[in-house]
């Protein structure tokens, strides 16, 4: 619906996940009779759920962790971990400085140390080593630089997210990265994003990409929204991307790109509600920053958060509330949606009659708050 804010400008209106509820169907399912297995490319993973790749809660050994117990960690390729030898003392400076201000500033000179190649390839196959899955994030400014020791690595997912990744990047200064050049030479899967609307999505799924991300400004720690003043409501956003995939896939007589809600994903009530406005998966941050293992000690931050002249994030605590085996699988210890995610949609899908991802994107939604 398009609203007047003004004579000079109309607005669509949006809603985020707060915004809308999930309606049960006339059936209910026991639980067991839910399937939350969840298939990208070669991929076969027990619920759809990624990490996020951010330093405060993706380490080489978390990423295994999580793999282990059934999900998809993606490490991020330009942070700690590709630049240090041993960033644990890092971590620690990053967790220690009390001033919010004082920590952004630490944070920009530690992560201006140069991303360091061959530690690319050896934290994927340590990844790799353990038999899990493997995934790993640049930026799309560092992609062409980077993308070769990525592949060489073996990783087995690529991904590509920016605070908005464009399939059309204009610039006079750098030579923009063919997204769609690059995609089709590669062999590994591309998952790309974050985008937000319909037209985007499409442009995205165009490229040959295995999935998009949906959102920007709107995670725990990201600040995009109030320094840049851009932002899209997730239920709103992840629908409209979803509407792509399914044009799309009539469009290329068959493909099908999955979409990944990425942003305002903190409960386990968002997570079912942004499958249930279409994402196939959803990409977690904050929730994960709160396990025991997290390299981020309880805080928590993004990659825009030391970006060297402009941050658009902050390191937010959250102390631990349990392991990370806890917070995803149970047993909960707080009823704030915030520990067993899995098992909560899996309650969320059997309350409501589904037996799988697929079925559940059809559920019925309600606004509840205008």
């Known amino acids: 619906m398009v609203v007047e804010i003004g004579r000079n400008k109309r607005a669509q209106q949006a809603y985020a996940f707060d915004d809308v509820s999930i309606v049960p169907s006339r059936r209910t399912r026991g639980d067991e009779e839910v399937s939350l297995a969840w298939r990208i490319d070669a991929g076969t993973f027990e619920f759809p759920l990624l990490a996020a790749p951010m330093d405060s809660v993706m380490s080489p050994q978390t990423a295994i962790l999580l793999g282990r117990l059934g999900g998809l960690g ?94 059309e990047h204009v610039s006079r200064d750098v030579e923009p990265l063919n997204l769609k050049q690059f995609i089709y030479d590669l062999d590994v899967p591309v998952i790309v994003g974050g985008c937000a609307t319909y037209q985007a999505a499409l442009h995205l799924m165009r490229t040959g990409a295995a999935g998009v991300l949906v959102g920007f400004g709107g995670g725990a720690a990201d600040t995009t929204r109030s320094v840049l003043g851009v932002a899209v409501p997730m239920a709103s956003a992840t629908s409209d991307v979803a509407a792509a995939r399914r044009d799309y896939l009539d469009e290329s007589g068959g493909r099908y790109v999955h979409v990944i809600a990425d942003g305002s994903v903190g409960r386990s009530g968002d997570i079912a509600k942004a499958i249930a406005c279409g994402a196939d998966a959803v990409m977690v941050g904050s929730p994960l920053a709160k396990a025991e293992e997290a390299p981020g000690r309880g805080f928590h931050w993004g990659p825009e958060a030391w970006h060297a002249t402009l941050p658009r994030g902050e390191r937010v605590h959250y102390g631990t509330v349990g392991t990370l085996e806890q917070i995803l699988l149970g047993p909960s210890t707080v009823p704030d949606g915030t520990m067993n995610l899995v098992g909560a949609l899996r309650k969320a899908m059997a309350t409501t009659g589904y037996s ?13 708050r205008l």
Request: glycine share 6%; charged share 25%.
């Open 356 to 368: 799988d991802v697929k079925e559940f994107q059809r559920v019925e939604v309600v606004l509840d």
């Open 74 to 167: 993606v490490l991020n390729l330009e942070g700690l971990w590709t630049r240090y030898e041993d960033p644990e003392p890092l971590l620690e400076a990053i967790t220690a400085e009390p001033d919010p201000a004082a920590a952004t500033r630490a944070m920009q000179e530690i992560y201006a140390e140069p991303i360091k190649p061959e530690l690319i390839g050896a934290r994927i196959a340590e990844i790799r080593a353990a038999g899990v899955v493997a995934a790993g994030a640049l930026s799309p400014q560092n992609t062409q630089a980077y993308a070769k020791h990525v592949v060489d690595s073996g990783v087995d997912f690529f991904v590509i997210r920016g605070t908005t990744v464009s399939a």
